[in-house]
């Protein structure tokens, strides 16, 4: 009876520790396609900071002259202004990080779980060991 909870006990850990493996290497995949948009981003910004410098010295910009437009028509389809894809930047970067907060908190409950787990079997083999002394 003890053999078959300690085994019921022992696949239940091996499928705990599968699936936050799993989930594990589903965050650091996402944390580094993040990882990458992020960088993009920050680029991006940099590059529009610099060209708002160059402007005000009277240089002209690395990207040319822009439309003044609030939108930009390119052939047929109506793309957003720089300005407005560094606001939807920005917007993609506070959803980024409130998701990775998220993310980070769920993997944290899990890993206490985990932990609390331990401890209950450590304790279930010390009393199982006074049992037999």
Known sequence: MMASRLNAIQKDA???KEALSHQLFEFQSSAQENHSVLH???SELVDYIHRGRADKKGESGSRGLQQPASTQIKGSAVTPTFEQRVEMA?????????DADANRALFERQDAAERDRERRRKEARSLKRRRRD
């Open 14 to 16: 091996e499928a705990t």
């Open 90 to 98: 920005q917007r993609r970067i506070v959803h980024t990080v409130l």
């Open 40 to 42: 993009a981003q920050l």
